[in-house]
């Protein structure tokens, strides 16, 4: 079983519409976790960074992660075209290396 | 301009050579990190470098090596290269724990 796990998609929804991405984890000492969003043969871009469990909203965007569930979500609001793009979930214990999920492909379409 | 920079950009080079990846990190940035990215694995890590010494090791083969220079830079050597290599590799900086800059990338085919 991978530590991070993460459904690759693809997901199509309308513009305007609430997405919602997912990964669940397996390692407890999961303490920071991060979303990146990766555009095509680009390099990853920090999205949103939460310590332990909770909530955090930028934006349009909002992060929950559940440490009691080992789950962590990521939604963003009133997508957008430009929205089109790979979301990477990545969580670290301290001093350690992230761990990514394989990442889901979202395409939003007008 | 994520302020990770890396060299080149794109590298095509035939099964059996060496290569060298560049990065320099963000100003101030002590730690550095390099990352494999293949369609069926995803981002690997490889290695992480914390002011000039190594501080973990992933999935690195041990046909790859690398190192960080007194000014913070690093370098990840390829050598004995095989078809299944060829990939994205990823150098990325932070100053602390938790979310780290990436840079934007090296292609590297090996023919």
């Known amino acids: 079983q991978k530590e991070v796990e993460q459904d690759p998609g693809p997901l199509s929804v309308p513009e305007g519409a609430i997405v919602s991405l997912n990964c669940t984890y397996s390692?407890?000492?999961?303490?920071?976790f991060m979303w990146y969003r990766q555009y095509s043969r680009k390099g990853p871009e920090l999205l949103m960074y939460t310590y332990s469990s909770g909530n955090k909203e930028d934006g349009r965007f909002t992060a929950q992660v559940d440490k009691s569930s080992k789950y962590i979500s990521l939604f963003i609001r009133d997508s957008q075209p430009s929205d089109s793009a790979t979301y990477l979930c990545?969580?670290?214990?301290?001093?350690?290396?992230?761990?990514f999920g394989k990442g889901t492909s979202l395409l939003v379409t007008p | 301009d994520s302020g990770v920079t890396q060299t080149p950009k794109h590298l095509i080079t035939a099964t059996g050579q060496r290569v060298t990846l560049r990065c320099s990190p963000r100003s101030g940035d002590l730690s550095v990190y390099w990352y494999q990215q293949s369609l069926d694995q995803g981002l690997q890590f490889l290695i992480q470098?914390?002011?000039?010494?190594?501080?973990a090791k992933g999935n690195i083969l041990e046909r790859f090596s690398a190192q960080q220079f007194p000014d913070l830079h690093s370098e990840l050597n390829l050598s004995s290269l095989e078809l299944g290599d060829s990939a994205l590799y990823f150098c990325a900086s932070s100053v602390v724990d938790g979310g780290y800059t990436f840079g934007s990338g090296t292609r590297l085919t090996v023919v």
């Open positions: 390692n407890s000492a999961f303490q920071y």
């Open positions: 470098y914390y002011n000039g010494e190594e501080r």
């Open positions: 990545a969580m670290s214990g301290s001093g350690y290396a992230l761990n």
